[in-house]
Structure formats: C-alpha cells, structure tokens
C-alpha cells in the first residue's frame, strides 16, 4: 500500500526569501568556534542570527568569528541584543545593515534585566522607525495581541514571540497566548524566540501551527550542541509534519482504539 505525499514540504517563505528549514539559530554561546560551526550544519538552518554588540567584525575583534560565519554560506538575521532603548536598537541597527549587507534585522529591546523582557513601546517606536528606513523587521516581542497588532499595523510581516524568558528553558508559558496569536494572525510568519529548552517544546509549537523556531541556548549549552542541534531539526520538522496532518482532538471520554471482537476494524457500525 503506498500513501501520498501530501505536500508535507517545510519549504516557506520568510519576508522575501524561500527557505527549506523552519529552524533558525543563533551563533553565541558555543564553547568553540568549531562546534558552533558543526552545530549549525547539524541543525539544517537556513538563517542565523550575529550580534553586532559582542561580535563586531570591525571593531571588537571578531574577524576570525566573522570569516567562520562567513563561511557556513546560510542567510544572515542580525540582532539588537543588549539594545535597552529605541534610540540604541536603531543605530545598532543601521551599524548592521552596513556591516553585514542586510536589510534584515532582528529587533530586541529589552525592558527589563532580570526577564530580559522586551520593552514595548521601545520596539513599536524602534519598528515603526526601521521600517520607514526600509529594513525587514524581526520584532522579539511577548506573546501580547494588543502589542502584536500593532507592530503588523507599523508594516512587520514576521512576529517573534516569546515563549518565556530568553535562556530560561522553560518552554512554551502560556500556550493558550500563543494560539490566539496564530489565530490572529493567519497570514504573518509567527516565529517562536526564546524560553525553548528542548526539542518537545519545539514540536509543540510547530504542532500549533507556527511557522517557525529560533534558539540558541539550548543547542549551545548543551553537554553536545551538536547532537542537540540534530534533535531540534528533528523535532522541528515532526512538529510541522504533524500540524499538516492535523492533530487529534482532545475529548473528555475514552474511546476504544481496538474494534469489536469479530469485526475488522474498518467495519462501519449501523446507526
């Protein structure tokens, strides 16, 4: 018996690119170079993110980091991490665009220190700016709708919401958030960033119906990033398969799996 393909394809795009991998990656944290490098290629990640505040290639020596980098071929997402104003997010911003040649660019503006959660009315202003100046931007922000409206009402076709604070592991908070937002938003690209620890979580959020994943954390500092970066492909990829297939519904009352003794289990009961 063979059973169709059914476009189970994780090709999509993402702003103005066609990419085939739903999991993008970040570069910090790794305890090498070499292992960052074998991480990202285990993981089939298209896009990964560079901070031009810890590894600027021309001022803060991070030639060898950016020749690497280079290197690995993949679309590059930088980001205003360590941004705590909107002021800041944008001129790290412009510094981006210059120095690695993209008009993407990730948007972090953090409000507060001991969350690391993004400010919002920091990133609204930040967006709208950057926008008007043509950049793609990627908003990390919470799981909001007010918030989130208003940042596809300044012109962001991505959305990046939290699933708890950025390093914390602890996974997806509040999932009932984070489907009202796809709800919401049909027709935006909606990227879970932040708060993944492991691969379960991933699939959960593809399962319902995001379009994609970015960490960092839990690849990096893990006791192997480079079979943890394999897992979360993996995980990735069955999530989205699924969300395709589409999910059993949940109900209150068991239900047998295993027929009628004495009839095959296509048998139609009679009404």
């Known amino acids: 018996m063979t059973i169709a393909n059914n476009n189970t394809s994780s090709t999509w795009q993402l702003a103005d690119t066609v990419i085939n991998s739903r999991l993008l990656i970040g570069t910090a944290l790794y305890p090498s170079i070499a292992i960052m490098k074998q991480a990202i290629i285990a993981s089939q990640a298209e896009v990964i993110t560079v901070s031009i505040r810890r590894q600027n290639p021309v001022t803060l020596g991070g030639n060898t980091f950016w020749n690497e980098v280079q290197s690995l071929n993949k679309k590059l997402l ?21 120095i690695f040649s993209t008009h993407w660019v990730k948007l972090e503006v953090i409000g507060n220190d001991h969350t690391l959660q993004p400010d919002p009315f920091a990133l609204l202003e930040a967006a709208r700016e950057l926008i008007s100046q043509g950049f793609e931007v990627f908003p990390y922000c919470t799981d909001d709708l007010i918030l989130c409206e208003k940042l596809v009402q300044a012109g962001c076709r991505i959305l990046m919401p939290w699933a708890s604070p950025i390093g914390s592991g602890k996974g997806l908070l509040n999932p009932y958030a984070l489907q009202n937002l796809r709800r919401a938003f049909p027709s935006v690209n909606l990227i879970v960033d932040a708060g993944i620890g492991k691969p379960s979580h991933a699939a959960q959020a593809l399962e319902m119906g995001y379009d994609g994943l970015l960490l960092n954390t839990a690849v990096a500092r893990s006791a192997n990033p480079v079979m943890m970066a394999n897992a979360f492909r993996q995980a990735v990829s069955a999530g989205h398969l699924a969300a395709k297939a589409g999910l059993m519904v949940e109900q209150e009352s068991g239900s047998p799996s295993t027929p009628v003794v004495g009839k095959p289990f296509w048998h139609q009961a009679d009404n």
Do not use: D, V, W
């Open 78 to 98: 930088p980001n205003t991490a360590g941004c705590h104003s909107a002021k800041e997010a944008i001129t790290t911003a412009l510094m981006a665009r210059e």
